[in-house]
């Protein structure tokens, strides 16, 4: 494969990833989060409840960092703690009906500006695209996995 290629790919790739992530900021202008609550709360929505140790591995957040954040979201009503029902000791965050309904109104608004972008396209192109993006994803989680 040309060197050239693979720059052009990796370009255009973080060059899209940085204007949907600016689309997500603009979007969370009509939310009462920040962009690092979204983020949890994508983890939150993606994976369950998770401990504050898990979720700082996740946002790549020292422990404390992600404890203050977890305390702005819970006075918010977006998450809460909950003990381990199996280990008391252990405490799980839990996404909660308010920071669910936000995850689901942001992910629409995004989806709604790629559609928009998309129409452009055909339906053949739309399909190969996203069943390439997806063979690509899965890829690159097998590599990381190795």
């Given at each position: ?44 929505s993606e994976k369950g409840d998770m ?65 928009d972008i998309l129409y452009i396209f ?7 695209l996203e069943k390439n993006l997806h ?12």
């Open positions: 494969m040309e060197e050239q290629k693979v720059y052009e790919i990796e370009r255009s790739l973080r060059m899209i990833a940085q204007m949907i992530k600016q689309k997500g900021r603009e979007i969370l202008n009509q939310f009462p989060i920040t962009p690092p609550q979204f983020i949890a709360l994508q983890w939150l401990t504050i140790g898990d979720l700082s591995g996740r946002m790549y957040l020292a422990f404390s960092t992600t404890t203050d954040l977890i305390d702005r979201m819970e006075k918010n009503d977006l998450v809460e703690r909950v003990r381990d029902q199996n280990d008391r000791r252990v405490v799980r965050i839990h996404l909660l009906d308010k920071g669910k309904k936000i995850i689901e109104e942001v992910i629409i608004q995004r989806q709604e500006y790629l559609k055909s339906d053949e192109d739309v399909d190969f063979h690509l994803y899965e890829e690159m989680k097998r590599k990381r996995g190795k």
